[in-house]
């Protein structure tokens, strides 16, 4: 499956953003759909994970109350939407497909394939 990923820009603390995870050449209904973000000189971050049907959604603590994921199974899109941003919430950010179980969902080692990354930074 290719991933391209959209929707990141400059934005002022406070802010909000939807990312956007567009697939193809493969239904994204077969996989567990995840969001990283990721600094120079810093690992791979997860940030949020959904499951195959869209029911079942994780996300880190760092971002929990602020970030929602969601994926259109229809249109082949996974989407996560950013509130409030703040200055440290800058990175670009990678969404990911993995076929493996749930458990594994924040493991970026787990997933096959990934977006190119769209970069979010955000003003003081």
């Known amino acids: 499956v290719q991933l391209q990923a959209s929707g990141g820009g400059l934005v002022q603390a406070g802010d909000s953003l939807r990312l956007s995870c567009a697939a193809s050449?493969?239904?994204?209904?077969?996989?567990?759909m995840a969001w990283f973000r990721q600094v120079p000189g810093k690992e791979r971050e997860f940030l949020a994970a959904?499951?195959?049907?869209?029911?079942?959604?994780d996300y880190a603590d760092s971002v929990k109350g602020r970030f929602t994921i969601s994926r259109d199974n229809a249109k082949n899109t996974v989407y996560i939407q950013v509130n409030n941003l703040k200055p440290e919430d800058t990175a670009t950010y990678y969404c990911?497909?993995?076929?493996?179980?749930?458990?594994?969902?924040?493991?970026?080692?787990?997933?096959?394939?990934w977006g190119q990354g769209t970069l979010v930074t955000v003003s003081a």
């Open positions: 990911g497909a993995s076929t493996v179980v749930w458990s594994s969902r924040g493991d970026p080692l787990q997933y096959r394939s």
């Open positions: 050449g493969r239904a994204v209904r077969n996989y567990i």
């Open positions: 959904v499951g195959r049907g869209g029911s079942a959604t």
